[in-house]
Nanobody, 116 residues
């Protein structure tokens, strides 16, 4: 199984980025897909989730600014991030999760830096 994130980079405050996570080696449609982030010196936190039936959930800190979506035909999950703030600076990780049989996979992360 591989999860490959892309789309990170340096952006000014108020700007936008779209992260992608391409999955392979698993039955993508059966997995809930999550985006986590980890800022320097902090724990890894859940940012957004999308279930296998397209239900979404967001951390309070990103609601209204970030949208998660998935394309099962492309085995890809996206994270559209708008109105970015310096607090959004972190390494963003893609996660594939299935309850049963239990399975959990992680990507290598993509770095997002929000700075002027």
């Amino acid at each position: 199984v591989q999860l490959v994130e892309s789309g990170g980079g340096l952006v000014q405050p108020g700007g936008s980025l779209r992260l992608s996570c391409a999955a392979s080696g698993l039955v993508f449609r059966r997995y809930a897909m999550n985006w986590y982030r980890q800022a320097p010196g902090k724990q890894r936190d859940l940012v957004a989730s999308i279930s296998s039936d397209d239900s979404t959930d967001y951390a309070d800190s990103v609601k209204g600014r970030i949208t998660i979506s998935r394309d099962n035909a492309r085995s890809t999950v996206y994270l559209q991030m708008n109105s970015l703030k310096s607090d959004d600076t972190a390494v963003y990780y893609c996660n594939a999760h299935k309850k049963w049989p239990p399975a959990d996979y992680w990507g290598q992360g993509t770095r997002v830096a929000v700075s002027s």
